[in-house]
């Protein structure tokens, strides 16, 4: 006689809520090169950069001490003035960590770009920390981030770049299916013994 446990059916319902966990993805520029301009290095993540930005690394092109990276030591730098992040597909999530000479200003914008919200920073200036600013929007709808300091550049860094891809959240109809299949699974199995 052969016995079927409930455990044989755990995976079946495990993948019905797989699909609603949300994936954060944070870039800390440390696969980069000192010098580097970033633009599309990081398109298979679905992180598009425009405005020039590059990249500096702690103790050479950067001074630590004033701009310290918030992990590993490289940064990146507003070069050529404002910064654009574009994504592909739509995130749910966005933020990371900023040193700054001057008041910043950031925004998230729909892929038809529709403004969805504004930040500044904190103050004019943090030289020698770091500040995280970020943005939720659980509709999963920012299709671009926008980060502004001077508008000659060279006025903040940013590091450990977070982003949540939107959720995909099954129907409860779905999931709703799928326990009623496996009990019924289960009880047949077990007449069958």
């Given at each position: 006689?052969?016995r079927?446990r409930?455990?044989c059916?755990?995976?079946?319902?495990?993948?019905?809520?797989?699909?609603?966990?949300?994936?954060?993805?944070t870039?800390?520029f440390?696969?980069?090169?000192?010098?580097?301009?970033?633009?599309?290095?990081?398109?298979?993540?679905?992180v598009?950069?425009?405005?020039?930005?590059?990249?500096?690394?702690?103790?050479?092109?950067?001074?630590?001490?004033?701009?310290?990276?918030?992990?590993?030591?490289?940064?990146?730098?507003?070069?050529?003035?404002?910064?654009?992040?574009?994504?592909?597909?739509a995130?749910?999530?966005?933020?990371g960590?900023?040193?700054?000479?001057?008041?910043?200003?950031?925004?998230?914008?729909?892929?038809?770009?529709?403004?969805?919200?504004?930040?500044?920073?904190?103050?004019?200036?943090?030289?020698?920390?770091?500040?995280?600013?970020?943005?939720?929007?659980?509709a999963g709808?920012?299709g671009?981030?926008?980060?502004?300091g001077?508008?000659?550049?060279s006025?903040?860094?940013?590091?450990?770049?977070?982003?949540?891809?939107?959720?995909q959240?099954?129907?409860?109809?779905s999931?709703?299916?799928?326990v009623?299949?496996?009990?019924?699974?289960f009880?047949?199995?077990?007449?069958?013994?």
């Amino acid at each position: 006689m052969r016995r079927v446990r409930l455990s044989c059916f755990l995976p079946l319902l495990c993948l019905a809520v797989a699909p609603a966990l949300r994936a954060d993805i944070t870039v800390t520029f440390e696969s980069l090169a000192e010098g580097e301009t970033l633009a599309n290095q990081f398109a298979p993540l679905g992180v598009v950069v425009s405005g020039s930005p590059m990249v500096f690394t702690a103790g050479s092109w950067l001074n630590e001490f004033d701009f310290p990276p918030h992990s590993g030591v490289n940064v990146l730098v507003d070069v050529g003035g404002p910064m654009l992040f574009a994504f592909s597909p739509a995130v749910s999530s966005v933020s990371g960590y900023f040193t700054y000479t001057t008041l910043l200003t950031l925004g998230v914008y729909a892929s038809d770009g529709t403004l969805l919200a504004a930040a500044q920073s904190a103050g004019g200036a943090n030289l020698g920390s770091s500040e995280r600013i970020g943005f939720n929007w659980p509709a999963g709808h920012i299709g671009f981030l926008s980060i502004a300091g001077d508008p000659a550049g060279s006025s903040f860094i940013l590091d450990d770049l977070t982003f949540g891809q939107a959720a995909q959240v099954p129907e409860p109809s779905s999931v709703l299916l799928i326990v009623p299949i496996a009990v019924f699974l289960f009880h047949g199995l077990r007449k069958r013994q």
